[in-house]
């Protein structure tokens, strides 16, 4: 067994701190007869019918226990939303107050109906969403018209086609993750139509492959002899595997959602593939991402004398340095492998969000292989933001983070009302315009967030590296990914770093080479203050 050096990225489940209104929730009923008095506005959630709304009257939650609760004997008030046009918005914000959009967004529930309450996204608001599934759909339209340009033959419509395709699968996941299975409906029309158009049959084959690949696998024995030293075999463990992913668990994670975890990976990896290496595949432009098993995940017991002997006995993890604050963290991450994976995470099972810790944590490797060259990554800010664009994208929530982000501990969300004009209507503050209002009035410029390692990040450095990195994605295309691979070749001399990263800006996305970094704040500011402002 290899002695694995462990990563500085510690990651641990994110304790968001976000205001009293920026939550949205479900409402579970005791039976179908109360449920059916709510027919208008149920959606399906997990198996089960519910109402998905943000909390009005009556329905609190507490910052101080942790829990929701609302008025059993009486009204409780709910901003609701159509669950078959979440584009539309909920309510606007006049003179601070929130004010729904018409009767149809108002919705009183009576808590004797009441079965529980289930929080989805604590730093989500309905506004938020709804500007979330505009923004998707209007990149759908994008990617469209961009393939549209060529020729149906040629292998740019192909790549084209196919990262179109995926975008708008990738919405029905986001749908079905947040609730609104019921506008799915017309989207799969549409993906219907475009499944029908000729396609790189190449392409979707190794999607579709990787995802036939999950399959249950054995437990090494090496994992079991563990299991009998630290739990007299208790520990009962189980794995599952794909093509480019494994995962070794015990209770109370289930084989379903271990094998649910896994098809959601490997639909990142594809995603990622279609959206950011197939449409730019050249010579000088190559996938990085290995046909071959890259990422391992481990979930011991929450117990750290069992967690130091799974991690130290599995994976050869040292706890030397720092060993106490390190052992009472959720989780860790490595480098290395027995002999296939070359990243890994181990986790204590808590409370886990198991998709989001997939999520995140390949949004980690994917950075590292897409923009470092399939070799580590000396951009911390890159990293982070590549996690929290993968759980955004497919998720529509980041519940992991390598740390935390607290978005009220400086104010960041207070604004003057003599900014506003007298009764001026604003849509209410979403988790997109808290990240940005975050970035744009406290955020480094990216040149000096990218000489930061992880801990040194602040808050604002996190929601600025992710901002940053979403205009990228979006507006500057194959220069843009081109210019953040250039970031991860640069700063393996850290010398040099900035002067050959400025240079790369000036060569590659045409800005002048003495205010390069300049230039390309600018654009980014216009783009989060403009094209993802809802005021």
Same mark, same amino acid.
């Given at each position: 067994?290899?002695?694995?050096?462990?990563?500085?990225?510690?990651?641990?489940?994110?304790?968001?701190?976000?205001?009293?209104?920026?939550?949205?929730?479900?409402?579970?009923?005791?039976?179908?007869?109360?449920?059916?008095?709510?027919?208008?506005?149920?959606?399906?959630?997990?198996?089960?019918?519910?109402?998905?709304?943000?909390?009005?009257?009556?329905?609190?939650?507490?910052?101080?226990?942790?829990?929701?609760?609302?008025?059993?004997?009486?009204?409780?008030?709910?901003?609701?939303?159509?669950?078959?046009?979440?584009?539309?918005?909920?309510?606007?914000?006049?003179?601070?107050?929130?004010?729904?959009?018409?009767?149809?967004?108002?919705?009183?529930?009576?808590?004797?109906?009441?079965?529980?309450?289930?929080?989805?996204?604590?730093?989500? =608001?309905?506004?938020?969403?709804?500007?979330?599934?505009?923004?998707?759909?209007?990149? $759908? @339209?994008? /990617? &469209? +018209?961009?393939?549209?340009?060529?020729?149906?033959?040629?292998?740019?419509?192909?790549?084209?086609?196919?990262?179109?395709?995926?975008?708008?699968?990738?919405?029905?996941?986001?749908?079905?993750?947040?609730?609104?299975?019921?506008?799915?409906?017309?989207?799969?029309?549409?993906?219907?139509?475009?499944?029908?158009?000729?396609?790189?049959?190449?392409?979707?084959?190794?999607?579709?492959?990787?995802?036939?690949?999950?399959?249950?696998?054995?437990?090494?024995?090496?994992?079991?002899?563990?299991?009998?030293?630290?739990?007299?075999?208790?520990?009962?463990?189980?794995?599952?595997?794909?093509?480019?992913?494994?995962?070794?668990?015990?209770?109370?994670? =289930?084989?379903?959602?271990?094998?649910?975890?896994?098809?959601?990976?490997?639909?990142? $990896? @594809?995603? /990622? &593939? +279609?959206?950011?290496?197939?449409?730019?595949?050249?010579?000088?432009?190559?996938?990085?991402?290995?046909?071959?098993?890259?990422?391992?995940?481990?979930?011991?017991?929450?117990?750290?004398?069992?967690?130091?002997?799974?991690?130290?006995?599995?994976?050869?993890?040292?706890?030397?340095?720092?060993?106490?604050?390190?052992?009472?963290?959720?989780?860790?991450?490595?480098?290395?492998?027995?002999?296939?994976?070359?990243?890994?995470?181990?986790?204590?099972?808590?409370?886990?969000?198991?998709?989001?810790?997939?999520?995140?944590?390949?949004?980690?490797?994917?950075?590292?292989?897409?923009?470092?060259?399939?070799?580590?990554?000396?951009?911390?800010?890159?990293?982070?933001?590549?996690?929290?664009?993968?759980?955004?994208?497919?998720?529509?929530?980041?519940?992991?983070?390598?740390?935390?982000?607290?978005?009220?501990?400086?104010?960041?969300?207070?604004?003057?009302?003599?900014?506003?004009?007298?009764?001026?209507?604003?849509?209410?503050?979403?988790?997109?315009?808290?990240?940005?209002?975050?970035?744009?009035?406290?955020?480094?410029?990216?040149?000096?967030?990218?000489?930061?390692?992880?801990?040194?990040?602040?808050?604002?450095?996190?929601?600025?590296?992710?901002?940053?990195?979403?205009?990228?994605?979006?507006?500057?295309?194959?220069?843009?990914?081109?210019?953040?691979?250039?970031?991860?070749?640069?700063?393996?001399?850290?010398?040099?770093?900035?002067?050959?990263?400025?240079?790369?800006?000036?060569?590659?996305?045409?800005?002048?080479?003495?205010?390069?970094?300049?230039?390309?704040?600018?654009?980014?500011?216009?783009?989060?203050?403009?094209?993802?402002?809802?005021?």
């Amino acid at each position: 067994m290899r002695l694995l050096t462990p990563l500085v990225c510690l990651l641990g489940v994110l304790a968001l701190a976000p205001r009293s209104h920026a939550q949205v929730i479900a409402v579970h009923f005791k039976d179908e007869k109360a449920a059916g008095k709510y027919k208008d506005h149920l959606t399906e959630y997990r198996g089960e019918l519910v109402v998905i709304g943000e909390p009005k009257v009556g329905f609190v939650y507490s910052e101080q226990n942790h829990n929701l609760s609302y008025v059993p004997n009486g009204s409780n008030e709910l901003f609701v939303v159509d669950p078959k046009d979440p584009g539309k918005f909920a309510y606007f914000v006049v003179d601070g107050e929130r004010v729904e959009a018409s009767k149809k967004n108002k919705l009183v529930i009576q808590g004797a109906h009441v079965k529980g309450l289930t929080m989805l996204m604590r730093d989500q =608001t309905l506004p938020g969403l709804s500007k979330e599934y505009n923004i998707r759909t209007q990149q $759908i @339209e994008e /990617f &469209r +018209a961009d393939r549209d340009r060529y020729d149906k033959t040629s292998r740019e419509w192909q790549a084209r086609h196919v990262r179109l395709v995926t975008a708008m699968e990738r919405l029905v996941g986001w749908l079905e993750s947040t609730g609104f299975p019921a506008a799915i409906k017309s989207l799969q029309k549409d993906l219907a139509k475009e499944n029908k158009a000729a396609r790189d049959e190449a392409i979707r084959a190794r999607g579709q492959a990787a995802l036939d690949s999950v399959e249950a696998c054995e437990v090494p024995e090496t994992l079991k002899s563990l299991s009998q030293e630290a739990s007299g075999g208790h520990d009962v463990f189980h794995g599952f595997q794909s093509q480019h992913l494994r995962i070794y668990y015990c209770d109370p994670i =289930t084989d379903a959602e271990a094998e649910a975890a896994l098809e959601l990976g490997e639909r990142v $990896i @594809e995603g /990622f &593939r +279609a959206e950011f290496v197939d449409p730019y595949l050249a010579e000088d432009y190559v996938d990085h991402i290995p046909d071959r098993r890259f990422h391992e995940f481990l979930f011991v017991p929450d117990d750290i004398p069992k967690y130091e002997k799974y991690t130290t006995g599995f994976y050869g993890v040292s706890w030397r340095e720092n060993r106490e604050q390190r052992l009472a963290m959720g989780g860790g991450r490595t480098t290395g492998g027995r002999p296939e994976p070359m990243f890994i995470d181990f986790w204590k099972m808590r409370d886990n969000d198991l998709q989001g810790i997939v999520c995140h944590s390949l949004g980690h490797s994917l950075a590292s292989l897409h923009y470092g060259g399939g070799m580590s990554l000396n951009q911390d800010w890159l990293a982070e933001a590549v996690g929290y664009q993968v759980s955004f994208e497919h998720l529509g929530r980041n519940n992991v983070t390598c740390k935390a982000f607290d978005k009220e501990k400086s104010g960041y969300l207070k604004r003057d009302k003599q900014e506003r004009k007298e009764g001026e209507k604003t849509v209410g503050e979403g988790r997109r315009d808290v990240y940005n209002q975050v970035a744009l009035s406290e955020g480094r410029s990216i040149d000096q967030i990218a000489l930061k390692t992880l801990f040194e990040l602040e808050d604002a450095d996190l929601a600025k590296s992710w901002s940053f990195y979403d205009y990228v994605c979006r507006k500057e295309g194959k220069a843009g990914q081109e210019w953040l691979r250039a970031a991860g070749e640069c700063s393996r001399n850290r010398q040099t770093f900035l002067q050959k990263w400025r240079e790369a800006a000036a060569s590659i996305l045409t800005v002048s080479p003495g205010e390069a970094f300049r230039s390309l704040e600018e654009r980014w500011r216009s783009y989060a203050s403009t094209e993802q402002s809802t005021d």
